[in-house]
Each structure stands twice: as structure tokens, then as C-alpha cells.
């Protein structure tokens, strides 16, 4: 075993440590992202709000699906993550060695390559993304991740698969662009060759939870629309549509209708990535 993890390329160990990190945070947030997907959803009722809170639909779901009804999805978000978070991280990985080497990257820097990893991955991984979002919204009966991906080619075409495209790159790129930037920033003023190694992966889980909350409140709006355009691309042509449409039914606010269970989601599961990550790229001899 030593020899051959001596063997495997460096791009390819970052992509391993990344798909593995990807694996972990997936399982345990998914029941706060299927929550953020049902609140961003929810249709206003005649002569209400149709307001609901976070612990409101969690109840809800729990007495009409039982308790795994949360894990809903779970197997797209595999499909997605454990890829996806892979190809992120392998391309970070090799974006850093190519432009920086050893150097560490400035904030702008920070931003263009978090941005650049994450759109690039963005792209690879939509369909998946598209069957993921449909699974969450409890609106679809697909049997399976690849029988979603081949109902949604055959009945949408090429369309249905990348819907909300342009609204997840607006959301994804920017939030791993400003995570990345924050999680960097941060962790240069913590005095890491002062601390205990067995305290590093609790600073590095603290720096990644202030990055994420900064991140996650910053591109909300673009998960709202996103979610809309993948769930009706029949009735949003374009991203202008969904805009226009939540405006005119949520107000304002809409736009950040989901964002506690997203914020969580996406913080803890950011963290407890760039944690894993990190820590299996030091047992690997490699600098993340």
C-alpha cells in the first residue's frame, strides 16, 4: 500500500482527499439542504404569506416521509459531490502548483482560483445537479439518478439537463471565490506554528465557518433563482424570468427564503471538507 500511494500523481491524491471529504459532508448535511430546497419552494397561499419556518417544514417532512424523507436526494448529491468536490479540488490543487507553487495565494488570488475550481466543476457536475434539486422538491418520482438524467434529456433535451446554469455559476464561483479568500485570510492570522497539531483541524473547522457564513449570505439570491429555473425551466426561458417572478410573488425577501438551512449547510459542509481535505493532503505528504 505505501508503494502505491507513493506512485499515485499528486492531482490525482488531491482529487482522492477531495472526493473522500466530499463523501463525509454530503451524508451528514443533506437533510439541510433538501429543507432548503422545500422553503425556497413553498407557494404563497391565497390570502397569506405562505411563510414557513426552517422547523415547521422539518416537522412536516418528518410526519409525511418518516425520518429518512430528509435524506431525500442523497443519492444525486453523491452522484454530485463526490465527483464534483474531487474535480474542485484536484483543480485547485493543480491551478496552485501551476501559478503559485509554494507561495501563498493573496486575496484576489484566493478568489480566482476558488472561483475558477468551482465554476469548473460547476459545469461537469449540472445534470446531476438539475436530478438533485427535482429529487429534494418531492415533485418528481424519478427511480433512479440515471433514469432522471434520461427523462430529463428525452422530454427537455440539452436545455433541461444545464437549466440554471448561469444562475449556478453566479452562485457557486463567487461563494468558493469569497470562501476561499476568507478561509485563507483568516487562517494567516491564527498563529499556526505556535499551536498544537491536534488543534489544527479545530482552528482550520473555525476559520472555515467564518468564511462560509460571509460566502453563503453574499450569493443567496442566485440559489433562490437557480432553484426556481431548475424546477420549472418549461416556464423560465431565462434567468431574468425567475428574477422577475420572485420579485413579483415573494418581494424582496424571497430571494433569501432558504438561507438559514443553506447557510448551515453549505458552512458546515465547507469546513468539514477543507478539514478532511487538508489533513488527508498533510498524511499524504502533500501541501493543500
Request: charged share 15%; net charge positive.
Amino acid at each position: 500500500m505505501p508503494g502505491r500511494e507513493a506512485e499515485m500523481h499528486p492531482v490525482l491524491k488531491a482529487f482522492v482527499c477531495g472526493s473522500i471529504s466530499g463523501t463525509c459532508s454530503t451524508l451528514l448535511f443533506q437533510p439541510l439542504d433538501l429543507l432548503k430546497t422545500r422553503l425556497q419552494t413553498l407557494q404563497p397561499t391565497v390570502g397569506g404569506s405562505g411563510r414557513a419556518g426552517m422547523v415547521t417544514v422539518l416537522f412536516r417532512v418528518v410526519r409525511t416521509e418518516s425520518l429518512l424523507g430528509l435524506w431525500k436526494g442523497v443519492s444525486p448529491s453523491f452522484a454530485r459531490c463526490i465527483p464534483g468536490v474531487g474535480i474542485y479540488f484536484s483543480t485547485l490543487y493543480t491551478m496552485k502548483q501551476k501559478f503559485l507553487g509554494d507561495r501563498s495565494p493573496t486575496a484576489l488570488e484566493s478568489v480566482f482560483l476558488g472561483a475558477t475550481a468551482r465554476a469548473i466543476s460547476g459545469i461537469c457536475m449540472l445534470p446531476v445537479t438539475v436530478v438533485k434539486t427535482r429529487y429534494e422538491s418531492g415533485r418528481f418520482g424519478y427511480g433512479s439518478v440515471y433514469g432522471a438524467l434520461r427523462s430529463i434529456y428525452q422530454t427537455e433535451g440539452a436545455r433541461g439537463m444545464f437549466s440554471g446554469l448561469t444562475a449556478t455559476l453566479l452562485r457557486d464561483a463567487p461563494f468558493s471565490g469569497i470562501y476561499l479568500m476568507f478561509y485563507t485570510q483568516t487562517k494567516k492570522l491564527t498563529p499556526q506554528d505556535q499551536l498544537d497539531p491536534v488543534l489544527m483541524p479545530v482552528v482550520n473547522f473555525g476559520c472555515g465557518i467564518f468564511a462560509g457564513i460571509l460566502a453563503s449570505l453574499a450569493t443567496q439570491p442566485a440559489d433562490v433563482i437557480k432553484t426556481h429555473m431548475q424546477l420549472s425551466p418549461e416556464k423560465y426561458r431565462r434567468t431574468s424570468q425567475a428574477i422577475a417572478f420572485i420579485y413579483k410573488d415573494f418581494g424582496l425577501v424571497g430571494f433569501f427564503r432558504g438561507g438559514v438551512p443553506r447557510a448551515l449547510r453549505r458552512t458546515l459542509m465547507a469546513a468539514m471538507a477543507w478539514t478532511v481535505y487538508e489533513q488527508m493532503m498533510e498524511k499524504m505528504g502533500l501541501k493543500s
